[in-house]
């Protein structure tokens, strides 16, 4: 099956600009999805196809995808986004198996 | 709004069967992809299975040999049983909609989670 490698852990000063990137085969085939989870919480969907947002979540958030690589930038962090954050797909065997993406822990300073 | 509210015990004991409930409120059953989530604590995502209005399902291959989904489209729910768990099914376990549909260009597929439910904890111990 398929796997999505994300980054364990990025920093990033208030108001600056991070990007978070998942690669895996799956995504030449299917755009990726990018879940916020704080702690306690359920996933929230932040992203989806190739750059939604869903009604609620701020516009910082932004999505972009080549290759076999998806991103997912926040522009502008705000203490709020400290969070986990998980990539999706598809697993690109086409039994319609599903993946989640190691996960990256975003912290804000 | 669309809700999904889920339930189920929340202790089990080794060898026993994990059952999960999980009703979804305020939009329509067809269409989507229903799935089973688990988190292990401290631990990232693991996607069990789905069904969907229709009962076909899919499964993780590494689960599949225990795992059952089923849905009552009756009742607008469904349900998940995990069978023989053992200290490593502990995991806070969420059910999910599923949305997938074809884009122009490549990536070809658009799939994603859109709605959650608020999360069981389920705890295998002696």
């Known amino acids: 099956s398929s796997e999505l490698t994300q980054d364990p852990a990025v920093s990033v000063a208030l108001g600056q600009t991070v990007r978070i990137t998942c690669q895996g085969d799956s995504l030449r085939s299917y755009y990726a999805s990018w879940y916020q989870q704080k702690p306690g919480q359920a996933p929230v969907l932040v992203i989806y196809?190739?750059?939604n947002r869903p009604s609620g979540i701020p516009d910082r958030f932004s999505g972009s995808s080549s290759g076999n690589t998806a991103s997912l930038t926040i522009t502008g962090a705000q203490a709020e986004d400290e969070a986990d954050y998980y990539c999706?797909?598809?697993?690109?065997?086409?039994?319609?198996?599903?993946?989640f993406g190691t996960g990256t822990k975003v912290t804000v300073l | 709004q669309v809700q999904l509210q889920q339930w189920g015990a929340g202790l089990l004991k080794p060898s026993e069967t994990l059952s999960l409930t999980c009703a979804v409120y305020g939009g329509s059953f067809s269409g989507y992809y229903w799935s089973w989530i688990r988190q292990p604590p401290g631990k990232g995502l693991e996607w069990i299975g789905e069904i969907n209005h229709s009962g076909s399902t899919n499964y993780n291959p590494s689960l599949k040999s225990r795992v059952t989904i089923s849905v009552d489209t009756s009742k607008n729910q469904f349900s998940l049983k995990l069978s023989s768990v053992t200290a490593a099914d502990t995991a806070v376990y969420y059910c999910a909609r599923a949305l997938e549909y074809s884009s122009s260009g490549r990536p070809y597929r658009v799939h994603y989670f859109d709605y959650w439910g608020q999360g069981t904890l389920v705890t295998v111990s002696s």
């Open positions: 999706n797909s598809r697993d690109s065997s086409g039994n319609h198996l599903e993946v």
């Open positions: 196809g190739k750059n």
